[in-house]
């Protein structure tokens, strides 16, 4: 299977690592040989269309920062766009980093990889919040597959899982925490007691919260996360602009012990149901399924047969989220072998 | 052994059908139904009694079925059933707030605020308060939103329950 890698940050890096470390295992299990043919970065790309080496991709861009510098097969100044042209590949890994105001550059990537008959495996949550309708119609009307795990939840099982593992089951709503970020700032506020400037801080100095962690703490990532479970999951043809959004910004200490007082905690959670499409802080028992600790991810849902099922796990790292887009990768070949 | 029930149907066709099907299905035996459309309770609804007879995981799975079909089950052997619901509020609150929102929410028919807690920051706009309000069983939703439109008037921030 000939892979084309666009985006080489940490995602990016990580399906390079996991289909190296997984070379032996993936052929003899699946029959599956992967060959990474053409990885972007903003620099450019290195392009081999017998496969170009993981470990010397990684080692080119962690010295010299340039997947364009890659020994004789480098590409400065390349348009992605034009190597989705020129090089011959399966699918495309779409791993640029996320935009939520056009869902640019990976919305065109992703039409123009489907347009011309490859499967696309993503983990950028923008073009799919944005125009989750569209892509889906676009990769019906030609056949292919469009992948999504690793937009929701990172390592956490959720898509597919509600597609294949729950296949039968009819599912009425989902409840979750799906940011990483704001979930360590919400627990180290209940289990210190600080405030959230400082706790913020915190978590931006250990690398947990970005520089600039709007998009995380006033909940617009969860929301986007909230849309794609809505349309993929629940049939809602729903975008970013339908889901209300309250943040953690305006938590206090003062709110968290009140909570603990009475046994609770406050969390940030994502719902989708009939009822309600929001992102809002909400009050979780202590010891519940949601009460879980640090940057975990966690999603409940809702099933006339099954009742509630949830799932926790990694909701972000390099080589977590690779491993979902490694099972969509798996899942892709195992129907096109 | 037996169940006297009351629920709390509304007032529109094929409603007391819907409660009847699934003591049916399930297997318990309807003793009696009283159902008198021109007594109505406040909201406009009809209490229906019904009693039913069967062997107690049958009717555990009738009273788990009728809720998932959302049919509010006000009663249970002549006792009420509530429900605790807890919420707390963020902003500068001060005591105005409170008396008030509690007056509101006590206004609510089937609503009482049961306790309540101030804590105070240095920074006004960080004070909370958290409300534990018992209400009657199958309002929360309505109470949940309520508070919501409530705190949002104020310009408090609300945190409901999951």
Not at chain 2, 45 to 55: A, H, K, M, S, Y
Not at chain 2, 64 to 89: F, H, N, P
Request: aromatic letters at 4%.
């Amino acid at each position: 299977m000939k892979i084309v890698i666009l985006g080489f940050g940490a995602v990016g890096q990580g399906v390079a690592r996991v289909i190296s470390m997984k070379k032996d295992y993936l052929r003899s299990k699946y029959g599956l040989k992967p060959q990474i043919v053409a990885v972007c970065d903003h620099s450019g790309a290195a392009i081999k269309e017998e496969g170009l080496d993981e470990k010397l991709l990684l080692e080119t861009k962690t010295e010299k920062g340039k997947i364009s510098l890659y020994p004789s097969y480098g590409a400065p100044g390349v348009d992605s766009l034009q190597v989705l042209e020129d090089v011959e590949y399966d699918c495309l890994v779409e791993v640029t980093p996320t935009d939520i105001d056009d869902g640019e550059p990976a919305r065109s990537h992703i039409l123009k990889a489907m347009e011309d008959g490859k499967d696309v495996v993503t983990s950028n949550k923008g073009p799919l919040a944005l125009s989750f309708q569209e892509l889906g119609d676009c990769a019906g009307k030609n056949g292919v597959e469009l992948k999504f795990e690793a937009c929701v939840g990172g390592a956490m099982p959720i898509i597919n899982f509600a597609h294949e593992t729950l296949a039968g089951c009819n599912i009425e709503s989902i409840y979750g925490i799906l940011n990483g970020t704001t979930n360590y700032i919400l627990s180290r506020m209940a289990n210190e007691g600080s405030s959230y400037e400082q706790t913020l801080q915190e978590a931006q100095e250990m690398g947990i919260a970005e520089t600039n962690p709007y998009q995380d703490v006033e909940g617009i990532d969860a929301a986007c996360k909230i849309v794609i479970m809505a349309n993929s999951i629940l049939n809602l043809p729903v975008t970013l602009k339908d889901v209300d959004v309250e943040g953690i910004s305006r938590i206090t200490s003062e709110s968290i012990a009140l909570a603990k007082k009475e046994g609770m905690l406050i969390k940030l959670i994502g719902e989708a149901s009939p009822d309600a499409l929001e992102v809002s802080p909400r009050l979780v028992r202590q010891g519940s399924p949601f009460a879980v600790e640090g940057t975990l991810n966690v999603a409940t849902l809702k099933t006339d047969l099954a009742d509630d099922v949830t799932v926790v796990g990694k909701g972000a790292g390099s080589v977590e989220t690779a491993s979902a887009i490694l099972s969509d990768i798996v899942s892709i070949w195992k129907i096109r072998k | 052994m037996r169940f006297n029930l009351v629920l709390d149907l509304q007032d529109v066709p094929g409603k007391l059908m819907e409660a009847l099907e699934p003591m049916g299905r399930l297997g318990a035996n309807i003793v009696a139904v009283i159902h008198q459309r021109d007594i109505k309770t406040e909201r406009g609804t009809v209490p229906v009694q019904i009693t039913i007879e069967g062997d107690k995981e049958t009717l555990d799975r009738v009273m788990d079925a009728l809720e998932s079909k959302d049919i509010q089950i006000m009663e249970v052997d002549g006792v009420l059933r509530k429900e605790q619901i807890t919420t707390v509020l963020v902003g500068d609150i001060v005591e105005k707030d409170v008396q008030d929102t509690v007056a509101r929410l006590n206004q609510l028919e089937g609503v009482r605020v049961a306790d309540l807690d101030l804590k105070m920051s240095d920074k006004p706009e960080n004070s909370a308060t958290k409300m534990v309000m018992e209400a009657d069983f199958g309002l929360k939703k309505q109470i949940l939103k309520n508070i919501k439109k409530l705190g949002s008037e104020k310009g408090f921030l609300v945190i409901n329950e999951v």
